[in-house]
């Protein structure tokens, strides 16, 4: 694993980076540096229901992937860099965040330090990847449905596919058929309970981290930006379901090689 100097507690890198595909999880943390922390009012328990818990330890499926430990609260790494750092209940789904009701510039420059630190870090390893011809990054999140509340129905299955794909900003012309594969891959591993329901661009088609490699990278780099339905766990209390996670884990897994597959006739 790959320390990065000065902020070796934010991001790091584990494997070769060799490879021709890649993972991330940039909304997995869950830590604050200590004066955001300080200035923050809201609620741990309702903090961890925005972030992603457990979507490193489905990233990590595969072998060169990314842990960034900084919640999104400090600093959103899947946000254009002018929308980064939640300042005010606007920016943030209309939580109240701050103890002065929105931080201040001293603070937010520091979280923004953040946010370029993860992308400064992350280009030097794509550019290399890139030279050796397309790869893939698959940007790894997941989401709630049951916001309602704890005891109300879940939100439709018609509508929150239990892994939704966003291909929004892949250049179907050239990624198509490695983005069909991965699909079709995705549906058959049923692991005995089923095909998984994985649908393309139903509620999210990929956000900055897409748009970013997309555009540093174009006709080379290849983001799937994937939303794990959090069924693998109980979003208001944060318990994890073990085998559905496991599930979710093997899943993903089997669909690895058909990537390595598509990548090869690209090149």
């Known amino acids: 694993m790959t320390d990065l100097g000065g902020t070796s507690d934010a991001v790091a ?3 070769e980076w060799n490879g021709p595909v890649v993972a991330t999880a940039v ?17 741990r328990v309702e903090r961890f229901r925005e972030e992603d818990p457990f979507t490193d330890r489905l990233a990590a499926v595969v072998p060169d992937h990314v842990l960034t430990s900084r919640s999104r609260f400090e600093a959103d790494l899947n946000r254009p860099r002018r929308e980064a750092v939640y300042r005010t209940p606007d920016d943030c789904w209309g939580l109240d965040v701050w103890r002065d009701g929105e931080l201040s510039d001293d603070l937010f420059k520091g979280s923004l330090e953040t946010y370029d630190a993860f992308y400064d870090a992350l280009a030097p390893r794509l550019d290399a990847l890139a030279e050796r011809g397309p790869f893939v990054l698959l940007d790894v999140h997941s989401y709630n449905h049951r916001r309602d509340g704890a005891d109300e129905p879940p939100a439709p299955a018609s509508e929150n596919p239990e892994v939704n794909v966003g291909t929004g900003s892949v250049e179907e012309d050239v990624f198509g058929p490695l983005v069909e594969r991965f699909m079709g891959d995705l549906r058959d591993a049923s692991l ?8 393309e661009n139903v509620a999210f088609e990929g956000r900055n981290l897409a748009w970013w490699v997309h555009d540093r990278y174009p006709r080379v780099g290849c983001v ?14 944060g318990e994890l379901h073990a085998d559905r996670f496991r599930r979710s884990q093997i899943g993903l897994a089997a669909a690895l090689p058909g990537l390595h597959d598509e990548l090869e006739r690209l090149r």
């Not at 909304?27 to 609620?43: F, S």
């Not at 799937?224 to 209390?237: G, V």
Request: proline share 5%; charged share 30%; net charge negative.
């Open 27 to 43: 909304h997995a943390g869950h830590e604050l540096r200590p004066e955001i922390a300080e200035a923050m009012v809201l609620d």
């Open 13 to 15: 890198f584990v494997g």
């Open 192 to 199: 005995g309970c089923g095909p998984i329901d994985a649908r």
């Open 224 to 237: 799937l930006a994937l939303e794990f339905k959090k069924t693998f766990m109980d979003e208001w209390t």
